[in-house]
């Protein structure tokens, strides 16, 4: 199975658990990056730039060129949780991609907070944003100790 790892991550958290992701399948990473850098201060992203694209429904412009998804059988998706849900150059990722028909889309999402129903609002996120895709939970913040058994029950 050919598995493409695309990952989101503003402060590093996230980087790591992609990392592993890809070790472990053997996959390709895909870096999710806005086309304007967010700030490097956290106030600054988070309370602004951030909040206000997930207020107003943004969809920033992100860093290409995108992956072929034609090339792959599964995504797997890491990132970390904002503003309850999915970042939103995430949600931007996952609508550029024509086609999900017949794809598994895993997600990996990790926060500070450690709330389940924002994972629950990522899943929810990630069937709205790539249309078709089988969507499954991957794998939720301290749960992600837990990566080298999920992989083997998911044929990895």
């Known amino acids: 199975m050919k598995t493409l790892i695309a990952y989101f991550s503003w402060s590093g958290n996230t980087v790591p658990i992609a990392e592993k992701l890809a070790r472990k399948t053997r996959g390709d990473l895909f870096r999710i990056e806005r086309t304007i850098p967010y700030s490097t201060d956290y106030h600054t992203c988070a309370y602004e730039e951030a909040r206000e694209e997930a207020d107003k429904h943004l969809r920033p412009a992100i860093r290409g060129p995108l992956p ?4 792959y059988d599964a995504v797997m998706i890491a990132f970390p949780i904002w503003w309850y849900t999915m970042p939103t ?47 499954r939970p991957g794998l939720y913040n301290k749960d992600i100790e837990k990566l080298c058994a999920w992989m083997k029950e998911n044929g990895y």
């Not at 072929?68 to 090339?71: G, I, S």
């Not at 550029?96 to 990790?110: I, T």
């Not at 926060?111 to 609002?121: G, K, R």
């Open 89 to 135: 150059p995430v949600m931007t990722f996952l609508e550029s991609l024509p086609d999900w028909r017949g794809k598994k889309l895993y997600v990996f999402a990790n926060a500070y907070s450690d709330i389940p129903s924002q994972f629950m609002n990522a899943l929810r996120d990630a069937e709205a944003c790539a249309k078709g895709a089988d969507v």
């Open 68 to 71: 072929d998804l034609a090339a």
